[in-house]
């Protein structure tokens, strides 16, 4: 197994252990994420609902918040797992719309989001999940 791949399967086992956390009392979906820095650090976070489903309860911007908070500014990769809660992730949880807006303000096209499915990874780059998006550079 190539360096690389090793990397983000590890970053899908943090996404993973992240989601044990997850408070899903409405929804029943578990969803975990894992951020990786340039600098090699890891901030990972869980989905958190409340009765009145804000967008905080997305489980991507969590860790770049945390990481941001802590001086961080360059991202390479984030994994996320999701799934029914109390239940193995089995398919792929792509990132929600606030989640990839959050992505687009900190990260350029090339940023990857690594998901897994079932025993199969599947890797996209932002400017796929999230073609023509709005960002820091539309507003100079």
């Keep these: ?3 690389r791949e090793a990397l983000r399967l590890a970053l ?3 996404a993973k ?3 044990k956390n997850s408070y899903c009392p409405y929804s029943g979906f578990a969803v975990g994420a894992a951020l990786l820095c ?3 650090s890891v901030y990972a ?3 958190i609902e409340n009765a009145g489903s804000p967008p905080p309860a997305a489980p991507s911007a969590p860790p ?4 941001v908070n ?3 500014r360059d991202f390479k990769a984030i994994a996320i797992a999701g799934g029914r809660a109390g239940e193995e992730p089995t398919g792929i949880c792509a990132p929600c719309g606030v989640c990839r807006q959050v992505m687009a303000e900190f990260c350029g096209p090339e940023f990857e989001i ?3 499915d079932g025993k199969e990874l599947q890797v996209k780059k932002l400017e796929d999940l999230l073609p023509l998006a709005f960002g820091p550079g539309n507003l100079q």
Excluded at 64 to 67: E, L, Q, S, V
């Design 64 to 67: 770049f918040f945390r990481a």
């Design 70 to 72: 802590d001086g961080k």
């Design 114 to 116: 690594v998901m897994m």
């Design 38 to 40: 340039a600098d090699g």
């Design 45 to 47: 976070g869980c989905n």
């Design 1 to 3: 197994m190539e360096q």
């Design 17 to 19: 252990e992240a989601r």
């Design 12 to 14: 899908v086992e943090r």
